[in-house]
């Protein structure tokens, strides 16, 4: 029988200065325990991302220091990490209500490392307005991260806006065309407003870390 | 051998208002004038769509009274149907300028048929100020025929922003996802606008042919 | 964590003439019951859709003045818009018995928004007679939807045989290469029936607001 | 290298009562004119499809006793084998001018059999009228294969008019979603015509086969 | 509300000789026997596919003279049709022990309309001599339906082989990429042996009818 | 007809800090030379992508001041804009020699921009030595673009080893699975790696402009 | 109906030297049960692959001699075969914990027929150091199997530092665009390092029995 | 502008035991003469694959030590490696004369690695007998590649009759659905005989490396 052992990638931090995620969707609960136990035996942070209710809370009753995070569907254990507020903060953005678990696993993502977070949910471009009257929120953000599901439009519609980057975030939100978010991906991929990034479908830790990325650049700067 | 002879439906004038369009990408220089013949021997109006400048210039040797639009990549043959103007006006808007060859074949087919039409061309979503500073050149139109292609967002745009129908016009412009007017599609038909009607790829004609339905639904009121 | 307040879209109504459509599928119980309430708070109309018996069975012990309809699987908020009647009635058409949910939503949104209704069941083009038979009642509509899984031949033959605007929505009722609504919804933009117009699979209420965007586009005359 | 002698399967007449094909469309003039001489060479029949007119015309230069068909694009060599007439006809039915090449393969496939054919073109399901006024015609049949690009509604409507057996042909004209083919094919595969056969997009000779099977099939009745 | 009358095809029956067949898959307990109810009334047979034990057994519970076919998942209402056995008998073949289901669904389809039926199961081309061992079982058929799932390749081989009619059915058995069947579909439309016919995925009673409709083709012969 | 005038968003410099890309593969010699003549009028610097050798030879011999750059297959007018070089440099990778010209496209966006760049091509990682042994040449880069046609590891690969934003572009490069870019695409998208963005497929100069994004956030940093 | 009985292909062994596997997971408790009793009569061995928890505790407490690998989820019947072990091991990676059922049914079905294995978990590319840290232990095997889930890049790097067979087994471990694991099978077959192969996704007895096919092919020297 | 300079892996052969191919589809005939100048500065062997007559044509006026191979569209340079002939010989195999191109790619490939090679053409499934007829020159075999076009059937049939490694090597040979070679690929990805191997779709070079890999995996066994 093969080893049931997992080895985690604990240089990860070190190397990219990124916390491990764990993707407990696939995990038991047993397996998710186990897990946590290892991270909290060498004090160090965790995220466990697609955890549902039921599995969370059987996870609270046996482990006392880890946190649920409902909206999001994560678990965390241990505190943030520290990041130097200057470096900017990021603005999620989501298009419709049901965008709102994957923009709550971004943002939390963003906070666990440190990140300085604001939203702005249900300002789809069905009614033009609702973004039209934020823009100013926008001013103040060094990146946006934008989820949309159903035809995607909303990063494109930013992206012409404003001259920070622009992360899509495609939502699997939707019927027909639209279920599995592949219509939001595809409109978010070939997007005429230059210079729109893209991740996978509902990879809200994705965005997350890729806009760390960016806010951490600045060391690599040429002074 | 199979009898080359054309069964053209020269009963759809009658039943549905519409002059028979026929497809000229797949046929010949001598098909296309066989057929433009029959037209001419019983004074019929004729449009033949997707002929390119060569295959056009051989045909206008042949055939005195043919036109040739060549934005459209149309030929016609007699004068427009006769409509009473009060019944509205079309707006055919593209988003840029990729799509002309679409529009202009929506637009020949619309005024062919006697309906009133306006173009505003080059309006994409990248650069919003476009659009809304337009807006109340769409107050005066009954209908709006949308071109796009890339990621199509503009049909949502302007179907959240005006109360009458709208026809989602995919173009096949674009390349990787985009290429072939896939995105674009199924954009439109994700829309989260509600009430956005959508057509084939490309398909100028039959966006034409439908906001002639809408245009003289007035007939099926119930005074 | 990102406030939980839902931003809806209340100036549609005045913008587009349309009322608020809630989709119901991924929303809890708690949820639905929250918007309705607020919904109800300013005495405005509402639509729920995809809303299945058990969650609409809490919902209506829970709050007093809203309504089900089962066969639509929606909910709704107080009493229709008012409309006048001689602008037109609209037809709903369904090829076979499973389509019957979708022709429902479409009915029932049409209804709410004040619209006059007709329906045609289980005329599928498999036993064609059935359609044939019943040619009649379609010179009464100013606009007809036509629900069709499986091939989706059926808003093919419709808009050959009438003059009248034709709505095609697909239906993701089948098995196989039909599954999901896919080959109904290909087969449908493919058409050789000039002017087909189309809408995602199952969308119902959608096919019905491009309806009503039809029947009112009479305001946009130019007398 | 590998040796480039083409190992014919001259059973196949022996064993399906079939002329074995050639697919001719990726083969040089070189390779067909081999192959061709071969045959003659054993006095058998023979059959190449997909042969464009360029091709034929150097392939007739070189080789006395071939003949070319040019509306199927195919070439034949021998003459037709015999077979009782008394086994009945196949109809080849095509809903528009386009679909004339792969019916005439199909057409020409069947006689090179010995099969009797009668051919019904241009009757598409956007003008029904042209169908339902020829329907004598299908009583006369056997088996009726039925060409059909776009959205290929034309065997489901015919498989609900008539009894005997319809193979679907499924033919690669159209664009947008239409191109290729496969919103036809998928069309068929989905059909509610209880019974409906199909076969590869635009494969003539396949369909041809598929009916002698059908008209020979009596030598397995239980007498 | 829609009336939720069912306007069955009542004229199938006489039209094209086959029984009404009711997709019993996304129909409730109530649904089903409301409609055996009706037919029962007019003492007509019926055939309703899909049905699982747990729907059946409620049904047959009501319902006192209907039948369950658990192997096949179809209820039936009635006494099979009488047919003429000496047009021969029909050789339902199936590759994998998963097969069976939708192998029972044709070949109690066929048997329902009168036709004489041969099974041979579990004779996949991955150990060919099973196949092979069986040739003269073929020779009796007067049609061979072959169920197929993973790569389908079983009726290529079968019609290399045999001259009948040979109906390819593909099966949605498989993982991966051949899960729901799409590659055996593919294989069988692809297929090098020529003038195989194909029908949808999982669709027992279609191939059941195309036989049907062969077998019955003999009273269009020319006599 | 449709006024063929170009609409320029030349607000986008303003907007955006962007030069207007003009996208040059459907537009015609004449319509190019057009457009940059209005942009010399209006002494605006531009970028014309897609441009094949045969079309800008016409174009160069026509207009004077523009200049071609054969790898990259763009034109450009007027000379780069100027930018802080402290902002740091973006390094451009390869994986192999048939993404150089995606590559050269990206490059050249950059330095029109003002924006320091450094290349590192064919380091794929069917040849894992050839990029541990350039390592250092990452560090030194603000910003990493990865172009990867066949399978597209080389960015999940890269963004394992550094913390700084990767860009994966995907190529059009290979051949059955791979032709076209589509494995490339989505092997990107579904990266193990934390982080990695993406952009569509061959489009050089949109990760260009992400990458110009990014380098000028700094700005919106909370001094 | 349909007899019951299984036909399994007791030959196999002999003629290919694989013990047959049957695959349970479409498979009810008694279907399993009876395979397994006439395995057991006739002193065979035999492999259910795809057997969950709660089938199998159900089919060990009916059979006694049948052993459960969780963590495969596979049953047995009888001991391995014997293989003469100087014919070399072979290697089973994978690259994250999700992977580990798929790799557990690969190294069961080796270590059925004889094989010696060797296991590598959790070596996935987003941490390259894990996978470099460990290469001698590659210098061991003869053949090596890697599991993927993702982007599925961790055979394409294996495959360009070995020189040993190498078997890419996509996993469907994912979400989004990689969810069923397609991108990882086709970022395999497009693998820039040469001579990698490829099995169907999640078909772990498929590249075991590759692997035994490789490793007995000694059998077929020239000696 | 990016340099130029090619970065070829000279290691490979070292590595892989491979020499370096290079895919010259893409590449001017300028590039592949400067990349074939400098292997022979440095006598090493080369292999351009996917060159035409016309291009070959060029270079070989060019480069005298360059020799081409018409029927596989390849050049070489240098003489084959040498190989211990006691390893055993690899079985090209084809089903149709359309994939003699691909197998003859993969027929040099091998040669030029040294290994003793085979060839068996035209033995389609469509005639199984031709395929019966030829089983003992398997026998002599110790690995089989086999290259299917259409459906694809043959490395399937194959793989259930021979105990050898099989590799399945699919060829965009076809039309409708199977032109592109897609249905072949799913095929033989989807076979139900255990253990066939898969490349990517014309991959012939591929094929040959993977039976490379196999035939020299000698050197790891055990002893």
Redesign the interface.
């Known amino acids: ?9 604990h ?2 931090l070190k ?4 916390v491990e ?1 764990i ?1 407990g ?3 038991s609960y047993e ?1 998710i325990c186990e897990i946590l136990r290892r991270f909290q035996a060498t004090s160090q942070m965790a995220l466990v991302t697609r955890v549902d209710n039921k599995k969370a809370e059987k996870i609270l009753d046996t482990l006392e220091s880890v946190q649920y ?1 409902s ?1 999001a569907s994560c678990l965390t254990l241990g505190s943030p990490l520290d990041l130097d ?5 990021v603005l ?1 953005v989501s ?4 965008d ?1 678990g994957v ?2 696993e971004a ?1 939390l993502s963003l906070r666990m490392h440190g990140i ?1 977070t604001d ?1 702005l ?10 973004l039209l009257g934020k823009l100013e929120r926008f ?5 946006v991260i934008v989820c949309a599901g ?4 909303l990063p ?2 930013i ?9 899509g975030l ?1 939502v ?7 279920g599995g ?23 809200g ?2 965005a ?7 806010i ?8």
Chains 1, 2, 3, 4, 5, 6, 7, 8 share one sequence.
Request: hydrophobic share 40%; charged share 20%; with cysteine.
């Open positions: 029988m093969i080893e049931k052992e997992f080895k985690l990638d240089e990860r190397r990219l200065g990124m995620a993707w969707q696939h995990k397996q995070h909206q507020p200057s470096l900017g903060e999620v298009g419709g209500t049901s709102v923009a709550a943002e300085q939203c949910m249900d300002i789809g471009v069905a009614g033009l307005h609702r001013t103040k953000a060094r990146v159903m035809e995607g439009s494109t519609v992206a012409g806006l404003i001259p920070q980057p622009v992360i495609p699997s939100v939707g019927y027909g065309v639209s978010g592949n219509a939001s991906l595809l409109s978010m991929l070939s997007s005429c407003s230059p210079g729109l990034l893209v991740v996978n479908i509902d990879n830790y994705g997350a870390m890729a806009a760390l990325r960016i951490k650049s600045d060391l690599f700067k040429k002074y």
